[in-house]
């Protein structure tokens, strides 16, 4: 009877599941600790957000080079623990506090991830080429990653533990030690896995791996430092100019692969490009959970914990301790601000700010609140809890042969997470407009929308590059797909720094909800064009 899944199956879930345990920590305390005034680096929320999505669409961009690199010269096996050993080693340099250091340690995580992220998926993939598992390809990449998000569902509870208990530096750290046991178990299950390992001789059609770093690689820097030094930003800020800038090589790149392709490959070339074009909507609106949905979880929705609830997560050391004292508060750049005795200007609570006054506490007491980044939670614990809900759905469809196409499945998913956005504009019209605050469940329920579209569409991205990439492609392409991922992200930063400037809070979700929507209604429009791709080159 032959096994449904190949055995390297959960050693590389595993893996997976301990670096998304080490990325989602870090990226859950990302923001908070820019903003921190006491312990941090006392930014605003434009520069924080600037800076957060900047970063995110380097980690995503990396996989360009990753990929090409794993491709024609290291292999997978060795750049995923080159990569994994990289981005160890920056998450625990980020527990130094020290702006220098910082960005240093960010470098390290951009670049370890880019030798990682694209070649473990390509890996994956690889072990469901075998005619025994080929049918099951996308159920595993659904497997997988359901993996991804137990590590990221698990890791906000350490790092809100470390963080109350020790400070920022311990919950950076645990992120670091995250990574190292994510590659200790990859090296465990190399004999499931090597055969797989296998890299496909470039054509005489390929770019030379040489050429590539002097026509593409340089040309992208040169293009950044012209987007950067431009006399004034044209998108939001001069580091989003140079990053935009800079992709327009990486772009070009990919445009020539298509165009120099033999006969056969154009076409499934030119749907995976199309469908990554597509996507780049769906990640500017969800990788906003790091930020714009971080600042509502922090600012706007009521996390006073119950009090059947508080000796439990005080024993957890899971209590944000958030102290009141009302004389002498003043509103200053739209902050609010406490004179102390001295006179010496320190953070007012901004939690306080639409709290209703039967709420807070009495003066020099305090409100007991969940731990703001415990929501970044709520999207992976909706991952785990439906993912084999959405796998035994579609194995059902499949069983009646109604299983729609993966392209299908993608357009669908950008449909079901424009939902989610008018699921937050009503949370904006229950809470006033942010003058009180909001129930927790309006935030958990717009998660709730979104996975489901998430479900639908990412993992569905990685299980599309793998059918349809030609073998001695497979890993670039990946890097294709997180090149859309990069620049989303990017774009994400961009909306996020827009916040503040929404006099009405719904607007601004209702724009995500326009761009969703847009780029559905342009998916279903290939949709016809994509499914007929699929049918000729998948088995």
Known sequence: MARKHPKALPYLFFSEMWERFGYYLMIGIFTLYLKDTVDGFSMSEAEASDLYGTFIAFVFLTPFVGGLLADRLFGYRKSIIFGGLMMGVGYCLMSIHDLNMLYISMLLVIMGNGFFKPNISTLLGNLY?????????????????????IGAFVCNFFGAALYNMIGWGAAFIAAGIGMFIGIIIFTIGTKHFKHADVMTPPTDKDMPLLQILGVILLPAIGFGLIGYF?????????????????????????????????????????????????????????????STLNTWADRYTDRAIPTAMLPTMKALRLV????????????????????????????????????????????????????????????????????????????????????????????????????????????????QNGG?????????????????????LSPMGLSMVSKLSPPRLTALMMGG???????????????????????????????????????????????????????????
């Not at 080429?129 to 998000?149: H, L, Q, W």
């Not at 392709?261 to 500017?284: C, D, H, Q, T, Y």
């Not at 719904?506 to 995500?512: I, Q, S």
């Open 230 to 290: 431009l006399p004034e930003p044209i998108i939001g800020s001069r580091s989003t100019d140079a990053f935009l800038f800079g992709c327009i090589p990486v772009v070009f790149f990919y445009g020539r692969l298509l165009y120099k392709s033999p006969k056969e490959e154009k076409r499934p070339i030119a749907a995976m490009l199309a469908i990554f074009a597509v996507v780049i909507a769906f990640w500017a609106v969800f990788k906003q959970n790091g």
């Open 436 to 456: 009180i605050k909001s129930s927790a469940w309006w935030f958990i329920s717009s998660y709730g929308v979104i996975t489901i579209g998430e479900l639908f």
């Open 320 to 431: 944000d301790t958030i102290p009141y004292a009302k004389d002498s508060v003043v509103v200053m750049d739209n902050q609010f601000r406490v004179a102390d005795k001295k006179n010496m200007e320190v953070n007012y609570p901004y939690y306080y700010k639409n709290l209703k006054e039967k709420d807070k506490p009495e003066e020099g007491g305090a409100v007991y609140a969940f731990n703001t980044n415990l929501f970044q939670s709520v999207n992976p614990f909706w991952v785990v809890a439906l993912t084999p809900l959405i796998v035994a759905f579609f194995a059902f469809l499949k069983r009646r042969k109604k299983e729609p196409s993966t392209p299908t499945k993608i357009a669908f998913g950008l449909v079901i997470s424009a939902l989610s956005c008018l699921v937050m504009a009503g949370a904006v019209y229950a809470s």
């Open 481 to 539: 797909w997180f090149l859309a991922t990069s620049i989303g992200n990017k774009l994400s930063g961009v909306l996020s720094s827009l916040w503040d400037g929404y006099e009405h809070k719904e607007n601004f979700f209702y724009v995500n909800f326009i761009l969703l929507g847009a780029a559905a209604l342009l998916m279903f429009a290939m949709l016809k064009w994509l499914n007929k791709i699929f049918k000729e080159h998948v088995a």
């Open 129 to 149: 080429n075998d005619a025994e598992f080929k049918s099951k390809k996308d159920e595993g990449y659904n497997i997988f990653y359901m993996g991804i998000n």
